[in-house]
């Protein structure tokens, strides 16, 4: 009999506590696993039946009245691997029940409103899990790092972050925040990557460069917007992701306990089987044309 993947819950061991600062993460980390790269694509692929599962209950049970939903936020610096993460461990479910939302620079009638305004329809309804690619911690992050926003317009927006993950968290909604934290050596190599390779020249952005020469005030942002924001209704998680494969498989055991916790089950018929089973046999004949 192998040994188990996990030796301790990554749910728990990334999960942002009191007096976190993200400076001591080691972005080449993988706590929970001695596993090699390997073992990790063959747990993503077995838990991958799990999760669809689970999926699948939560769907089920929406249409009997269940408000119950799960929104995955992801955060994090350029060729973190949030892509990856969407295809690798979101692309193994259903697409009824999965509503995916990336979130670029706002366009002009995105900026003449409130920052929330595009991002509310695109909360998850009743039985749907949510993927957010970047996200309104975007706001907070990027627009104080570029001074986009005054400081007391940040600061109102941390409020107003707190009150919006409030008020969906109250109507269902089970939030997880997840920082793929990447560091500048692993990130300059995927960058010099997609140099490399003609075929990923759309994916790379010249503005990449200069974010990166700000790199200490990004991190400054991420953690002011960790302090600022997490919450027992909405907590952070910081996944070292240097390695892709482990930041994927941390991922989707993280989302595979809050689906736990949410404990989705198959709800039963407001019918008769044994009727309607005798009602489907009288229609064996049926032959068309």
Known sequence: MSAPFWSSEPDELLRVGPDFRLRSVDPGSKPGTDADREAGRAELARASEELRELQQKLFAQSRTGARDRLLVVLQAMDAAGKGGIVNHVF????????????????S????EHDFLWRVEPRVPGPGVIGVFDRSHYEDVIVQR??????????????????EFERRI?????????????????EQAERLLARLDEPEKHWKYDPGDVDERLRWAEYMEAFQAAIDRTNAPHAPWFVVP???KWYARVAVQRIVLSELHGIDPRWPAGDFDPEEQRSRVERTLDLRWP
């Open 145 to 162: 790092v570029r001074s986009l926003a005054p400081p007391e317009e940040i600061e109102r927006r941390y409020e107003a972050i707190a």
């Open 169 to 185: 968290a109250d109507d269902g909604v089970r939030i997880v925040k997840i920082m793929l934290h990447i560091s500048p050596e």
């Open 91 to 106: 692309g193994a479910l259903e697409p009824y029940g999965l509503a995916l939302a990336a979130f670029k620079a706002p």
């Open 241 to 243: 992701a240097d390695a």
């Open 108 to 111: 002009a009638e995105e900026r």
